[in-house]
């Protein structure tokens, strides 16, 4: 019983949905979320997100990795932005692309690879308010 105290108080915000098709970092990035107290899910490509999204879950973040096989980050923004439903949850773009590519995706903030965990960790208490 007291293991669910302990998850719905280190569990305040919705998910923050990492799309990443580097299974090390996603993992990375995962582990690093919840030692923060946050939810994290992980898929590997767009489609999976798509999936993941539209089966109801509704994360606070996006972390979008842009190359990946099956769907890569442009087309799943591109779907994402076609549901309204969708639309309107925020997304931070990770690529070790230049920024300028990513440009026409309307990202709310675009991260760099190799990431810089600790302005990640900023990024996402921007968008993740505490709404106890």
């Not at 190359?67 to 309107?88: H, I, K």
């Not at 590519?101 to 990431?115: E, I, S, V, Y």
């Amino acid at each position: 019983m007291s293991s669910d105290v302990r998850a719905t108080s280190t569990t305040p915000h919705r998910p923050i949905l990492i799309v990443e098709d580097d299974a090390d970092l996603r993992e990375m990035m995962a582990q690093l979320l919840t030692l923060e107290g946050y939810c994290a899910e992980a898929v590997a490509n767009g489609r999976d997100a798509l999936e993941y999204l539209h089966r109801g879950g509704r994360p606070d973040l996006i972390l979008l990795d842009l190359m990946m096989p099956v769907m890569d980050g442009w087309e799943f923004r591109r779907r994402q932005r076609e549901d309204p439903a969708l639309a309107s949850v925020p997304m931070v773009v990770l690529s070790a692309l230049d920024q300028a590519r990513a440009a026409d995706l309307g990202g709310t903030a675009f991260l760099k690879k190799p990431l810089d965990f600790d302005r990640l960790l900023e990024l996402v208490r921007q968008h993740c308010r505490d709404t106890r």
